[in-house]
């Protein structure tokens, strides 16, 4: 990365601003996926090595409107990370001011604050200049860690780098490393696999894969509009008809490089216990009153060839619908050929969100080079685009 990181300066008895992405899903107040705080942890821990006076720790929480909404507040988030930290957590009720900065003052040298929710303040998303300065002076220096939100301009991520040394934590730079450098200069073949919902979501990324992958292998939902553009009938299936012509486009540029499926389990109902069976997609399509809900067997075989070899791997988006237990085959088989070819020695890299979570189901995130923390934000590396909360920081 050739920003600095917390590497490259001194924080003894510094007040250190740490922009985390503590954006987790809480139901009725309890954390039900940690996975980001878990994330967090080694740069918090890296930060507290070098004896600051003071971590104060700032996130958003879902989308308040800029507004105090105590359903969204990050209160329940700070035992989930004192525990996981193994240090005692302390918790404002505001995220400026104030009651934040005496917060600030009462902690013991070395403390640890989370601020609350900084999109409690509508000058969160609007980057507002006056809302950053605000920040700023609860710190003497900033961390960017949150990858996750450095895809967005707002203040917490941007606009309070303006006022004081700014620097990466380790995430971030680990998420750069991966998501960025690795598939910007990849070890070949470079193999990308793309699937999830829709097509219209990813239009930038294929673009981009088309000049610097080898193949492009294509699931999901995605594969529909590809299929719909070949006149092949998908029924029920989801498709997008506003995105056919621009798949037909894709395929004319990438011919050589688009691997489609071949075959796909179809159901007569989007749930769990619908009747399904496979079909061959060249042989008439999908029948009146059907979906695709996964690729079939011969297309995980397909895929599994190509990526034979492959040095490199990019996978966004899954192969079906993999929230129900039928039609996850698909993307547990990718999974696990990811898996096999990271232990091989290949770099395996994982973005977006539902992919994050198929691979974790899969107990396979481990066993990959790197499961991106980041949907959108690695979405955007991934299409070659300038991350706002990266640029601002500043240049080794
Ligand atoms: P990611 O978060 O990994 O970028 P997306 O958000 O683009 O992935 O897409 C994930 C969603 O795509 C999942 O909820 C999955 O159920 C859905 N999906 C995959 N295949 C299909 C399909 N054939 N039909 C409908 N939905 C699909
Ligand atoms: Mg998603």
């Excluded at 200069?185 to 219209?200: E, F, H, N």
């Amino acid at each position: 990365m050739d920003k600095k990181t917390i590497r490259d300066v001194d924080l003894t008895d510094q007040r250190v601003l740490v922009r985390v992405d503590f954006n987790v899903p809480l139901d009725d107040g309890t954390v039900t996926d940690d996975n980001r705080i878990r994330a967090a942890v080694p740069t918090i821990r890296a930060i507290l090595d070098e004896k600051p006076r003071a971590v104060i720790l700032m996130s958003h929480l879902g989308r308040p409107k800029g507004e105090r909404k105590p359903e969204l507040s990050l209160k329940p988030v700070a035992p989930v990370l004192q525990d996981l930290l193994g240090e005692e957590v302390h918790f404002v009720e505001d995220t400026i001011g104030d009651q934040a900065k005496q917060a600030i003052e009462e902690l013991p040298r070395g403390g640890v604050l989370l601020l609350e929710n900084t999109r409690f303040y509508p000058g969160e998303k609007k980057n507002d200049p006056d809302f950053s300065a605000q920040l700023a002076e609860l710190g003497d220096i900033f961390v960017n860690d949150a990858f996750g939100s450095s895809h967005r301009a707002h203040a917490s991520v941007v606009g309070v780098a303006d006022h004081m040394a700014a620097v990466g934590g380790l995430l971030m730079e680990k998420e750069i490393e991966f998501l960025n450098n690795a598939l910007a200069d990849p070890g070949r073949p470079y193999v990308a696999i793309l699937g999830g919902a829709k097509i219209s979501d990813k239009i930038g990324v294929i673009e981009r894969l088309l000049e610097t992958a080898d193949l492009i292998l294509i699931g999901g939902g995605m594969a529909n509009t590809f299929f719909a553009a070949q006149d092949i009938p998908v029924a029920e299936s989801l498709v997008e008809e506003d995105a056919v012509d621009t798949a037909k486009q894709l395929m004319e540029q990438g011919l050589d490089k688009l691997v489609l499926p071949t075959d796909a389990v179809i159901a007569d109902a989007f749930e769990a216990d619908a009747n399904s069976r496979t079909i061959d997609v060249m042989d008439g399509g999908v029948p009146d009153g059907w979906r695709i809900l996964d690729i079939g067997e011969a297309t995980i075989a397909l895929f599994n060839e190509k990526l034979q070899g492959a040095q490199t791997v990019a996978w966004n988006g899954p192969m079906g619908v993999f929230e129900l237990e039928p039609f996850a085959k698909g993307t547990f088989a990718v999974a696990q050929t990811c898996a096999e070819l990271a232990q091989a020695g290949a770099t395996v890299v994982i973005g977006g969100g539902d992919s994050a979570s198929a691979v974790r189901e899969a107990g396979l995130s481990d066993k990959v080079t790197h499961v991106s923390t980041g949907g959108g934000a690695s979405l955007e590396l991934m299409e070659g685009k300038e991350l706002p909360g990266l640029a601002a920081l500043n240049d080794k």
